[in-house]
C-alpha cells in the first residue's frame, strides 16, 4: 500500500502537492488572474474581498470582509500560502478616483486612502499570521503586489522622476513601502512583486503603452511590461515555495513564471 501511494505522488503531483491559500483581493484586475492560476494548478483558494462574489468551483472559497479592519482576518485558520493583491490606481484623495470603476478588473470604485487600502490591509495579514509551529519550521510564502517605482530612489534618475511626479503617485508608492516594510519584518517568507505596467496581451487599448515602455526599458528608471498571464504564474509558483523569495523585478518575474514556456 506503502509503495502504491508513493507511486501515485509520483505520477500525480497536481493532486498530491495541493495547497490551502488565502488571496486577499481576488476580484480585481491582478487577483482574478492569480485566482485563476491557482486553481487550474490545482489549489483550494479562499478569496477575501469587498464584493465577496460568488463561486461556483468547489475548490474556491469566498469571503465578504472589510480588510481594512484590523479583526477582519483574527478568526481564519492558518494557510499554507498568501496572496495580497488589494490595491487601488486613484485613492479617496486622488481627483480622478471615480475612474477606479472603470480601471479596477472588478467594476468596483472602492474609497479609502492608500495608506487603509494598502499599507494598513497588508498589516492587518502580517498580524494574521500564525507563528511557526514549532519555531524552527518554514514560514508560510506571503506574495505581495507591489510596483517597479517603489525601487526608483535605487536606480539612476528615480528619485528625480519622483519627486517630479503627482503627489497621488507619491502616496502610492509611500503605501506601497509602508507594506513591503511590514511583509519583511513578518512571520513569513516574502516575495515581492514589482512590476510595472501589467497588460493583457492581445488587447488593442494597451499596445500603445506597452510599446511605448519597452522602447524605453533601456533607461534605469522605466521598466519593461509584463504580461498578466506571466505575473499570475509567477504568483502561483512562489506560492509553491518556488523562488528566491525577496523581491523580484520584472526579469526576476519571468523566470518564476518560465516565461520561455508560454
Not at 480585481?28 to 494548478?41: C, I, K, P, W
Not at 494597451?206 to 528608471?221: E, G, M, Q
Request: charged share 15%; proline share 10%.
Amino acid at each position: 500500500m506503502h509503495l502504491l501511494a508513493v507511486l501515485l505522488a509520483s505520477l500525480l503531483p497536481g493532486i498530491t502537492s495541493s495547497l490551502s491559500v488565502l488571496l486577499l483581493g481576488g476580484s480585481g484586475f491582478v487577483g482574478s488572474a492569480v485566482l485563476t492560476e491557482l486553481l487550474e494548478s490545482g489549489h483550494s483558494v479562499t478569496t477575501a474581498s469587498r464584493s465577496g462574489a460568488a463561486t461556483s468551483n468547489p475548490r474556491h472559497t469566498s469571503l465578504k470582509l472589510d480588510l481594512t479592519s484590523p479583526s477582519a482576518l483574527a478568526e481564519l485558520p492558518p494557510f499554507d500560502a498568501y496572496v495580497h493583491c488589494v490595491g487601488v490606481l486613484f485613492d479617496s484623495q486622488s481627483a480622478l478616483s471615480r475612474l477606479n470603476k472603470v480601471a479596477s478588473g472588478s467594476g468596483s470604485e472602492p474609497g479609502g486612502t492608500y495608506d487603509q487600502i494598502t499599507a494598513e490591509t497588508v498589516k492587518n495579514l502580517c498580524d494574521a499570521l500564525p507563528s511557526p509551529s514549532p519555531p524552527s519550521s518554514s514560514p508560510p510564502p506571503l506574495v505581495f503586489i507591489s510596483a517597479f517605482e517603489v525601487g526608483w530612489p535605487q536606480v539612476t534618475g528615480g528619485s528625480l522622476l519622483e519627486s517630479l511626479a503627482p503627489p497621488f503617485l507619491r502616496r502610492y508608492l509611500s503605501a506601497k513601502r509602508r507594506a513591503e516594510a511590514t511583509i519583511l519584518s513578518a512571520p513569513c517568507s516574502p516575495h515581492i512583486m514589482r512590476p510595472s505596467i501589467i497588460y493583457v496581451p492581445g488587447a488593442g487599448d494597451s499596445k500603445l503603452t506597452v510599446n511605448a515602455f519597452t522602447a524605453l526599458s533601456f533607461l534605469p528608471p522605466v521598466e519593461k511590461p509584463i504580461p498578466l498571464p506571466l505575473l499570475a504564474r509567477a504568483v502561483a509558483r512562489a506560492c509553491e515555495g518556488n523562488g528566491e523569495g525577496g523581491v523580484y523585478g520584472r526579469e526576476a518575474m519571468g523566470v518564476l513564471g518560465e516565461e520561455t514556456k508560454m
